[in-house]
């Protein structure tokens, strides 16, 4: 699977924006994909995740209530909306696809159990 990620940019806080990742090649019901950013000197930690088939959803505490992750089975992707955005929510911005698909949900979060990485999408949120 390879995954495009597109739609970062630069917003003032309080703005919205919205991710898509973009998988080419097949995603099977037990995947997990989840949204994951980066910020410079950071490590890179978990925003969301949905599990392929049941649409099960998972979020970081700091983007609950802000953000929205959802999946389109047609177009085979992942979309990111983010709303009420804040300068610390600035980062890079990284789709990844865990093909084993863990029913924990603090599985979720960890970097090493995703096996498919985009490139990444700058999202710059100023103050």
């Known amino acids: 699977v390879q995954l495009q990620a597109s739609g970062g940019g630069l917003v003032r806080a309080g703005g919205s924006l919205r991710l898509s990742c973009a998988a080419s090649g097949v995603i099977y019901s037990s995947y997990v994909m989840g949204w994951f950013r980066q910020a410079p000197g950071k490590e890179r930690e978990f925003v969301a995740g949905?599990?392929?088939?049941?649409?099960?959803?998972h979020y970081a505490d700091s983007v609950t209530g802000r953000f929205t992750i959802s999946r389109d089975a047609a177009k085979n992707t992942v979309d990111l909306q983010m709303n009420s955005l804040k300068p610390e929510d600035t980062a890079v911005y990284y789709c990844?696809?865990?093909?084993?698909?863990?029913?924990?949900?603090?599985?979720?979060?960890?970097?090493?159990?995703?096996?498919?990485w985009g490139q990444g999408t700058l999202v710059t949120v100023s103050s």
């Open positions: 990844a696809a865990d093909t084993d698909g863990s029913r924990i949900l603090a599985v979720w979060s960890r970097p090493t159990e995703y096996d498919y």
């Open positions: 949905i599990q392929w088939r049941s649409n099960r959803k």
